[in-house]
């Protein structure tokens, strides 16, 4: 069991734990830290009334370099606390490492530089190596190589495709179409739309392997994607979308060690289902598909945005224009079949319910505008941007799991500066009133968390601010800057637990350890940069199959009927790392120039 004295550190005069003292204060800041002109807001708790001030010192020497007077937030309680106040530092800019202090508590140290986030989309890339498969260089093996068996599709079931390559989706050992599409599109994107190009450095050849090669490490990743997408695309009117099923959850091993049976023997191949646009599965539990435009809008968006990463490289010039046909014969299939293609599940009632297309036939059709100039895909991106409109999680208190992905609409933005200003103003609405909506759900706590906690919460905080910086970018409007500070600080350890959502992140900060990842339990060994499922409502833990803590939760008062989240390998919940959100994620902190 781990003790507040040592992880949230500081504790007080009396020396109790947080497990032993509800009324202890406790201080809560971005723990990577800021930049010089970004809005700096603490918040600080207890059970008793807080002091009038705070204090920021300096860490080498202890100088205060500010003194600020706490603002209360009246009637705002979380936990076992009645008493929240922010404490704003933002007059403090110049670069260094300091903390806050209030009477004895402190909060954790923290940078101020002009570049506190640069190294962030560098750092979630080691998770994203970490999920391969076919070769995974962190564990420096060779898995799933048979995959897979085809089952839907238009030749006999238990056909052999090769499906080698792509992401493990999060602690499991399953592969998607629908997440992997996403990450892959959202990376390229990340990697268009930074500026400084030397952000994203070299550290990693093609395979993952620590050797340059000349290329940005995230363009190596985004293009491990690629492959494997071409792969599900195998002819003009095919395209796959899943391996293997929940018979996966079948026990802890290593991908390399695969053991379960999906019908041609253990560890042989897995099931590869084919995009119909139908109702599938194999046993009881039958998705709700109703075409595979949710699929193929996101798949052309990748394509396309490789395309445009690589047109104009001699050497890549083949690939680039082999990725753009394939994301025209994939968008057409989108247009022939309207609807969502959902994940399958075999025995369990869990699966990926998106229910959500036009968004990405927008996205899709934006893309393949930016790289062909062609003129009909701006008439369809105008009209799956009137068809997506604002459907989207924001401002609900409950959805279906993945029902509204990817979770915040890249097609508005990017369609954006390719409209007149009159539907300009449209884009920007959808992207205003969603926000607003989340606006409104944050007062209900004090650290102004827009989100409804449901399963994966932390990839809605993260779409959340992500469209908050993008309407600035597509606007000028600087309204939401707190707002959106205040979700990505959430991300970095602003939040009731005090501890960044992911794994290895930052450096002498709290941070996920006993995540639900096999390689991690198995081999005792840890992967820098995973973002965590992130808070559920207390309700959702008690609901779900097989979830649970395995030791006197250390984090007890700080949970609250709002928000649990349990930093504990049982709890797949709120502590597993997903490849999808990750990726998101280096979408999120590339937006900082």
């Known amino acids: ?177 629908l997440t992997s599409g996403n990450a892959t599109a959202q990376m390229l994107l990340a990697f268009q739309l930074q500026k400084d190009k030397s952000v994203f450095s070299d550290r990693c050849n093609a395979l993952g392997q620590a050797t340059l090669n000349g290329i940005p490490d995230i363009l190596d990743e985004a293009k491990w994607g690629l492959d494997w997408m071409l792969k599900l695309h195998p002819a003009p009117d095919q395209l796959f979308h899943q391996i293997a099923d929940d018979r996966d959850h079948s026990g802890w091993r290593l991908p390399q060690n695969e053991t379960v049976d999906y019908g041609w023997g253990k560890g042989k191949e897995r099931v590869v289902y084919f995009a119909d646009g139908k109702p599938q599965g194999l046993k009881e539990y039958k998705s709700e598909s109703t075409g595979v435009a949710n699929l193929a809008g996101r798949y052309a968006a990748a394509m396309a945005l490789a395309y445009q990463t690589w047109k104009d490289d001699p050497r890549m010039k083949a690939f680039a224009e082999k990725c753009l046909f394939a994301g025209r014969e994939v968008y057409e299939l989108g247009l022939a079949k309207e609807g969502v293609q959902q994940g399958n599940s075999y025995g369990a009632p869990y699966r990926y319910a998106e229910t959500t297309w036009a968004d990405d036939m927008e996205w899709g059709a934006a893309e393949l505008f930016r790289a062909t100039g062609e003129k009909r895909f701006l008439k369809d991106a105008k009209r799956y941007a009137e068809l997506a409109n604002t459907d989207n999680w924001m401002g609900k208190e409950q959805t279906g799991h993945y029902q509204y992905y990817p979770f915040m609409n890249v097609g508005h933005f990017r369609f954006y500066d390719l409209v007149d200003k009159k539907f300009q103003k449209i884009l920007a609405g959808y992207y205003r009133e969603g926000i607003e909506q989340c606006v409104e759900m944050s007062k209900k706590n004090p650290y102004r968390a827009g989100v409804p906690f449901i399963w994966c919460s932390n990839n809605l905080m993260t779409a959340l601010a992500t469209q908050c910086l993008l309407y600035e970018r597509m606007t000028g409007d600087t309204t939401y800057r707190e707002f959106a500070s205040k979700q990505y600080d959430w991300l970095l350890g602003r939040n009731p637990w005090g501890t960044s959502m992911f794994t290895d992140i930052p450096d002498g900060g709290e941070f996920p350890v006993d995540v639900h990842l096999m390689p991690n339990k198995l081999l005792k060994r840890t992967v820098r940069g995973g973002l965590v499922d992130g808070p559920v409502y207390e309700r959702i833990f008690k609901s779900l199959k097989g979830v649970s803590i395995t030791e006197p939760d250390p984090f007890a008062l700080f949970q609250d009927e709002r928000a649990v989240y349990h930093d504990d390998i049982k709890d797949y919940s709120s502590n597993e790392p997903t490849m999808d959100g990750t990726a998101s994620a280096i979408l999120l902190w590339a937006l900082f120039d």
């Not at 930049?35 to 010192?57: E, H, M, T, Y």
């Not at 500010?66 to 008493?83: C, M, Q, T, Y």
């Not at 002009?114 to 989309?121: G, I, K, R």
Request: charged share 20%; with cysteine.
């Open 1 to 177: 069991m781990r003790i507040f004295v040592v992880l949230i550190g500081l504790l007080f005069a009396s020396g109790a734990s947080a497990e032993d003292s509800p009324t202890s204060l406790y201080v809560r800041v971005n723990q990577v830290g800021y930049r010089s002109s970004d809005q700096k807001i603490a918040v600080a708790f207890s059970s008793n009334q807080l002091p009038g001030s705070f204090r920021v010192l300096k860490v080498e020497d202890g100088e205060i370099v500010h003194r600020g007077v706490i603002k209360p937030l009246p009637g705002e309680r979380w936990g076992a606390f009645d008493n929240h106040a922010e404490l704003d530092f933002s007059k403090v800019k110049q670069p260094g490492k300091y903390f806050v202090q209030i009477g004895d508590a402190k909060s954790f140290a923290f940078a101020i530089s002009a570049d506190a986030y640069a190294q962030l989309p560098d750092q979630l890339l080691e998770f994203m190596r970490q999920q391969r498969c076919g070769y995974n260089p962190w564990l420096d093996a060779v898995c799933h190589s048979f995959d897979g068996r085809t089952a839907f599709g238009p030749m006999t079931n238990g056909t052999f495709l090769d499906c080698d390559g792509g992401w493990h989706d999060a602690g499991d050992l399953l592969k998607y179409l």
